[in-house]
């Protein structure tokens, strides 16, 4: 194996050049669905209860206001910007995840990116190589810890992931020199916590912090800190004491820098076609086959069998929140035919008697089979009519996962989808700048999010 100390340089190096570097036209188009997609999610999670909480907690914050809070006009400090930006990312559901690296990049490393580019006023070419920068980073800290199984972890990977993404994708908006970069991971290093408790939360809003806000911001200070020349020890990723020691479960510091600049970590991320829970998608994708196949009348379901991961199911196994509920999402989506955002968020509807009467109807299968099939989050849709007939389908690859991508076109109807049900403002100038202008400037973008309140 390679020296560790000379992995965690080459890590460097590449942070450093990486603002430089042209991105591959590939890579390139595909970092600017993954903003889009990011964006879309800040602009309808103001809407939400994560969203509000956070807005009314930074007006409360005195700070020199430089730095955009997306979907309004309004200015805030830079850190307060990256924090709130970055909670509003992950209100809900809604954002893209990435599977091997254990995470979900976007919500963190978008809203430091953009804090950044504003304060420094980077080109959008920058911009968006610090975006692919940070889920390359971020992605590759998680996967080079060595966690096998999350569940049993001590720490939890969703709030490290975004935080390194984060801190690299700040440093390239701010021009970081490459002496720096070491102090920038060091500062990241030590701000490096999270625990996996958040799945307790009843409202979305610590959670929305540790997988979003928290790893902006901090990931944010780390770059303003190298960048006024503080000084750190060397190698805090593979030194006595370092990151590898106090957190990896199996190190496999290779993974820092294997196929790097080759292979890039934003290629192997997902983007939702449903705004709910990860394991729910492939379940959503069920049914959408099932009901493009044969038309059925819900009066006459017999029974409904959904057989999933026996590793998942106690995310979403009855939770109390409509987003993250699997029979309410099955039982909604039979009932009106599809799974919008505005229905999916409307906890109104989780009593309705329709919706309710099918949920009667669902039983919840667990398996070990399916929790150790490849590609991940596989699931098996079986209802059975009163007639005897039996509609079923098994969904082996989610749609919006790298074997399976959501295209442009798919993310162009998601976020039309989405921000016509949050406001009547025409966005096609969004969709304009992030997916055909060549070249835009940062207030351009910002201005285009903005949504009337």
Known sequence: MSDPILIEEKLYDYIFAAPHQELPEKIESKTRVHLLDTLVAIISGTTLLPGKVAT???????SKPTCTLIGTPKKVGV???????????????????????????????VPAAIAAAETANASSEVLL?????GYEIGARCNMALGVRDPSKAKFSTHCFGGLFGAAASSSACLGLEREEINSLMSFTVQQASGLPYWNRDPDHIEKAFVFGGKGARDGLYSAFFAKSKMTSP??????????????????????LTDRLGDVFEIDNASIKKWCVGSPMQSVLDALETIASKQSFD?????????????????????????????????????????????????ESLM???????????????KSDALARAKPARQSIVNIKLSNGDELSHHAKVVHGTPQRPMNREDVAKKTTSILSSVSNKDFSRLLDICLEQKKFSIAELLKSCEIAH
């Open 129 to 133: 190589r610090a975006i692919a920068l």
């Open 79 to 109: 850190f307060e910007a990256a924090l709130v930006n970055g909670m509003i990312a992950h209100a809900d559901e809604t954002d893209d995840s990435h599977l091997a690296g254990r995470f979900h990049p976007g919500c963190a490393i």
């Open 351 to 365: 009593t309705n008697p329709g919706i309710l009467k099918i949920r009667e109807k669902i039983e919840v299968i």
């Open 298 to 346: 819900p009066d006459f379901i017999e029974k409904i069998s959904l057989t999933m991961p026996s590793d998942r199911i106690h995310i979403v196994d009855n939770a109390s929140m409509p987003t993250v509920c699997l029979q309410h999402l099955v039982a909604l989506m039979i009932f009106t035919g599809d799974c919008k955002f505005a229905d999916a968020h409307d």
């Open 56 to 62: 009314n907690f930074v007006g409360s914050i005195p």
């Open 234 to 255: 060397p190698n805090p990723f593979t030194g006595k004491r370092g990151l590898f020691a106090c957190f990896a479960e199996d190190p496999e510091p290779e993974k």
